[in-house]
């Protein structure tokens, strides 16, 4: 792991992404992030397929990073995700953000 963080290659994060172990696919997704390696479209995907609580969160935060349309549309789904840290987060970008799109409540809010 070392040897990767000093080279540093995409292709071997790209590879490292579908890791057995989520926290590698979540270093993978930092570093790919950094190297503007990833789109909004990728994150958001990788956001929702998943099985992984931290793989969706750091995906999360990753997102943040470039707040567009993909950003609010896993903001949204994040705030009922199953993982308590993710909804907790996407909770905070909401109340950070507030903006119009961000900050009707979520419909099942009503029925409990």
Do not use: C
Request: net charge positive; no cysteine; charged share 20%.
């Amino acid at each position: 792991m070392d040897g990767l963080l000093l080279q540093n290659k995409v292709s071997s994060w790209k590879k490292l992404l579908k890791s057995p172990l989520p926290d590698v696919q979540s270093l993978a997704i930092e570093q790919l992030r950094r190297a503007g390696a990833l789109s909004s479209a990728d994150l958001l995907r990788i956001y929702r397929e998943s099985p992984y609580g931290v793989v969706r969160l750091e995906a999360l935060m990753a997102l943040s990073a470039t707040p567009d349309n993909h950003f609010i549309t896993a903001v949204t789904e994040a705030s009922q995700d199953a993982y308590e840290l993710v909804q907790r987060q996407a909770i905070r970008f909401i109340a950070k953000t507030a903006t119009g799109v961000l900050f009707r409540p979520h419909p099942a809010v009503y029925r409990q």
